[in-house]
């Protein structure tokens, strides 16, 4: 079974299309959006930790978003599709797309983290 195949068996079509292909979900459609919930964010692809719960807010672009990524989770890569230059996010461990950090954030980092939610699963932590 080929690398690709691999991922078309585990992922959802859509999970397949951002992790794998770049694409982007549609905005506000994604599960962990208005997840408030204490724990940490996970690739889906891989299960690298890649945000705490402590660095998201609500920026209201339709995607979830945090102001920190976890250190050396993503890796960052120019992006120059659809007539504009941007940050794109991937996972450092397998290199799945995540989505966009945006220099436009509102905390003390200037960071907004623009993440598809199906590119993450979400781990709860007890108080």
Known sequence: MSNNDKWKAEL????????????TE???SGTLLHNHKKGSYHCVCCGAELFDSKAKFDSG???????????????YLEDTSHGMVRTE????Q???HLGHVFDDGPTDTGQRYCVNSVSMTFTEKAD
């Open 26 to 28: 549609p905005p506000y």
């Open 94 to 96: 397998c290199d799945s």
């Open 61 to 75: 672009c339709g995607w979830p978003s945090f102001d920190l990524a976890n250190d050396g989770a993503v890796k």
């Open 12 to 23: 959802s079509e859509l999970a397949y299309n951002v992790c794998r292909l770049g694409h």
């Open 89 to 92: 996010i991937r996972c450092a």
